[in-house]
Nanobody, 118 residues
Framework: QVQLVESGGGLVQPGGSLRLSCAASGITFSDIAMSWHRQAPGKEREFVAFITTSGASGTIASYADSVKGRFTISRDNAKNTVYLQMNSLKPEDTAVYYC????????WGQGTQVTVSS
């Protein structure tokens, strides 16, 4: 049974930081690229960040333009966990954040709420 469990969300002031975690089980984590997505109220779910599996040169990450330079995705294969470090948060980053495993079948976590507000 595949499970992706996000954590680390919360309420933060503009300019603040949060670190989201996504713990995976039931999959061969090290063999699967992972990604983060988000969905704001009344909007469609959108891509945030993607990280490849760990190759000879390490991992490769890509980001949505809206978060580039502020967010960093990383993974720890020993802990079966993918992270999203979010800095310089803005009110428009408010959303439910989801992680996804990117194999032949995409599995989603249940999401964690991030609210950026003063």
């Amino acid at each position: 049974q595949v499970q992706l469990v996000e954590s680390g969300g919360g309420l933060v002031q503009p300019g603040g930081s949060l670190r989201l975690s996504c713990a995976a089980s039931g999959i061969t984590f090290s063999d699967i690229a992972m990604s983060w997505h988000r969905q704001a109220p009344g909007k469609e779910r959108e891509f945030v960040a993607f990280i490849t599996t760990s190759g000879a040169s390490g991992t490769i990450a890509s980001y949505a333009d809206s978060v580039k330079g502020r967010f960093t995705i990383s993974r720890d294969n020993a802990k079966n966990t993918v992270y999203l470090q979010m800095n310089s948060l803005k009110p428009e980053d408010t959303a439910v954040y989801y992680c996804r495993s990117n194999s032949y079948v995409h599995y989603w976590g249940q999401g964690t709420q991030v609210t950026v507000s003063s």
